[in-house]
């Protein structure tokens, strides 16, 4: 079985599932830019020392998919190979730098680039920088998870010590969606898509466990994300990944360096 040497980049909120107790999709990149999705992993379940941090480099036995899960990045690892190499890249400075030169090595020009790679040879992750991001919408989602994941949860509690103890993941009430054209004669201008980061999920909880009620939780996170990932002085690109039922594509991490400063004049 192949030896993967992968740099995190994305985690996507955790899911309770049926069969794997709850699900979340880690994905990153090769030394030489590729993506490689790593799935399924029972992050919760991991001991600590193999509780890998975004932007750090892991090495893991994994094959590739067969059936199923036809896309063209995903691997399925195998945890107990799972070795954590070093400390996660730093941004020492605010320089992003170290992170960019994996991160951006095989950087896509739009959505519609990465559509049509989807439909070539069932290209499923990427990054690109949007020409603009025009909103981040909330909307009400389901306060609970579905109650067949609960039936499917107690079933396999009565059989496994491991989960029994185990709170499933807090299922946020909201959906988020950024609003986004590319920089592409192509583009329609308006992309909407959900956004399933796991980062966000944390930034909203950290928000409701410091007193805020769920509406202004949610009025924060967006907030941060203008403040800060979105900012006027970021260079702001989106990691995008497909959902497996259906080929839909949603937005699972922003990577968001300082811009270059604009040059004051022309130098030449
Ligand atoms: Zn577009």
Redesign the pocket.
């Known amino acids: 079985m192949p030896l993967l040497k992968v740099l995190i980049t994305v985690k996507t909120y955790p899911i309770p599932s049926a069969k794997y107790d709850e699900l979340v999709c880690t994905a990153g990149v090769t030394e030489s830019g590729d993506f490689i999705r790593l799935y399924p992993v029972n992050f919760r379940d991991l001991p600590y020392s193999q509780q890998y941090k975004k932007y750090q480099w892991i090495e893991v036995e994994a094959e590739k998919h067969r059936g199923r899960d036809a896309r063209k990045e995903s691997y399925r690892p195998r945890d107990e190979t799972l070795r954590l190499l070093r400390e996660p890249i730093p941004t020492k400075h605010g320089d992003w730098s170290a992170r960019a030169k994996f991160v951006l090595a095989k950087r896509s020009r739009?959505?519609?680039d990465l559509k049509e790679k989807q439909k070539r040879d069932r290209t499923s992750l990427g990054i690109f920088r949007?020409?603009e991001i025009i909103d981040l919408e909330i909307s009400p989602d389901d306060p609970d998870w579905k109650p067949s994941f609960y039936a499917a949860l107690k079933q396999q509690r009565l059989w496994d010590d491991r989960t029994r103890s185990k709170q499933p993941p807090r299922k946020v009430p909201w959906k988020f969606r950024y609003r986004?054209?590319?920089d592409?004669p192509?583009?329609?201008?308006?992309?909407r898509m959900m956004i399933e980061d796991w980062e966000l999920g944390a930034l909203y909880w950290r928000c409701v466990d410091n007193g805020a009620a769920p509406d202004e939780a949610a009025a924060q996170v967006k907030q941060k994300f203008f403040d800060q990932i979105c900012a006027p002085d970021r260079d702001t690109h989106l990691y995008v990944g497909t959902v497996l039922a259906h080929g839909t594509w949603v937005v699972v991490g922003t990577f968001w360096p300082k811009a270059p400063p604009a040059p004051l004049f022309d130098q030449r």
Not at 186 to 191: E, F, I, L, P, S
């Open positions: 739009s959505m519609e949007p020409r986004f054209s590319c592409d192509r583009c329609n201008g308006d992309h």
